[in-house]
């Protein structure tokens, strides 16, 4: 795996934003990760934020660690775990999130559990 052009780091209390429509399967235990583009650090213990931009809807999480892979080495496994039955199912929906991921772009996995949530 080549260097990472940009490592991006997150501290206790940070937000990220998360499409509406993943909200109701991160509550029902289906979608337990979160894959973002770049390497993406955390500090220890970090809880953070999931929040959709659009409704302001926001679940809490603790993050229990991360993974950093290239586009072409996600795993069934990895789609199971952010709420997808397939890899093909997963990376086809990542492209629309992200149309200009290659092969070889640089992902984080971060995978969570849910501390609180509220609508």
Do not use: C, W
């Amino acid at each position: 795996m080549k260097t990472p052009e940009e490592v991006i780091k997150y501290s206790d209390g940070s937000v990220l934003l998360i499409d509406d429509k993943y909200l109701p399967k991160i509550l029902s235990g289906i979608k337990t990760t979160t894959i973002r583009t770049k390497v993406r650090v955390f500090t220890p213990d970090s809880k953070i934020e999931l929040r959709s931009p659009v409704t302001s809807k926001s679940i809490r999480v603790a993050v229990k660690g991360t993974k950093v892979v290239l586009f072409k080495d996600l795993t069934d496994e990895d789609a199971r775990k952010d709420g997808f039955a397939t890899k093909a199912i997963l990376k086809k929906e990542m492209l629309s999130h992200y149309p200009d991921l290659t092969n070889e772009s640089v992902l984080t996995v971060i995978d969570f559990e849910i501390i609180q949530g509220k609508k």
